[in-house]
Nanobody
Framework: QLQASGGGLAQAGGSLRLSCAAS????????MGWFRQASGKEREFVAT????????YYADSLKGRFTISRDNAKNTVYLQMNSLNSDDTAIYYC??????????????WGQGTQVTVSS
């Protein structure tokens, strides 16, 4: 089970940090990802981090503003979001896929946390 939190209302130019706590799975056995879905749009990839935290990958448009990290001791993955703008308004979802998976398919999804950026 994945529980996302940390969303809310932010001013343009501000920051938010999202958290996603995992339970019921061996957290270090999973690659973790963040996705987002704005109203009326398709879900899009935000970032991913490998099981150890040694490798990260970002959507090109978000590089330099967003940072994904994880703490395996706390079974938690984070998404630090800086320099927010109105285009970042969306529901943010965390997801997990087995570290051995080579299909890119995520097995578990969190319930989502709303991020709203006001200009």
């Amino acid at each position: 089970q994945l529980q996302a939190s940390g969303g809310g209302l932010a001013q343009a130019g501000g920051s938010l940090r999202l958290s996603c706590a995992a339970s019921g799975l061996t957290f270090s056995g999973y690659t973790m990802g963040w996705f987002r879905q704005a109203s009326g749009k398709e879900r899009e990839f935000v970032a991913t981090i490998n099981w150890s935290g040694s490798s990260t990958y970002y959507a090109d448009s978000l590089k330099g503003r967003f940072t994904i990290s994880r703490d395996n001791a706390k079974n938690t993955v984070y998404l630090q979001m800086n320099s927010l703008n109105s285009d970042d308004t969306a529901i943010y979802y965390c997801a997990a896929r087995s570290r051995t998976d080579n299909t890119g398919r995520y097995d578990y999804w969190g319930q989502g946390t709303q991020v709203t950026v006001s200009s």
